[in-house]
């Protein structure tokens, strides 16, 4: 069983920056792939980004490639996801989640394919 909990959301500024972390809970946390979502109103959850549990190989949506960074510290049981010029159209709940995958080669993009979820962090982008 894995918890997550985000935070470093918040209001900012078209242009601005902010770096969203999550925090898991347990001793396996390097052997999770971990990905971030996000979810505006009245639209369906979608990925942004996702990290292998080796930090190998990152993978990101095009809308924020070259925007958006990730990373994670196995040490501390974080993942990041700096965020960098923001857009009115970034604004959303911000999901991290997890999911079991020792060995694996590829990010996964699927909501489907991710077992833990975190409640969530909101970012709010004024234009």
């Known amino acids: 069983q894995v918890q997550l909990v985000e935070s470093g959301g918040g209001l900012v500024q078209a242009g601005d920056s902010l770096r969203l972390s999550c925090a898991a809970s347990?001793?396996?946390?390097?052997?999770?792939?971990m990905g971030w979502f996000r979810q505006a109103p009245g639209k369906e959850r979608e990925f942004v980004g996702g990290?292998?549990?080796?930090?190998?190989?990152?993978y990101y949506s095009d809308s924020v490639k070259g925007r958006f960074t990730i990373s994670r510290d196995n040490a501390k049981n974080t993942v990041y996801l700096q965020m960098n010029s923001l857009k009115p159209e970034d604004t959303a709940v911000y999901y991290c989640?997890?999911?079991?995958?020792?060995?694996?080669?590829?990010?996964?993009?699927?909501?489907?394919?991710?077992?833990?979820w975190g409640q969530g962090t909101q970012v709010t982008v004024s234009s």
């Open positions: 347990g001793r396996t946390f390097s052997s999770y792939a």
């Open positions: 989640a997890a999911k079991s995958d020792l060995y694996g080669y590829r990010v996964p993009l699927g909501v489907r394919e991710y077992n833990y």
């Open positions: 990290i292998t549990w080796s930090a190998v190989t990152t």
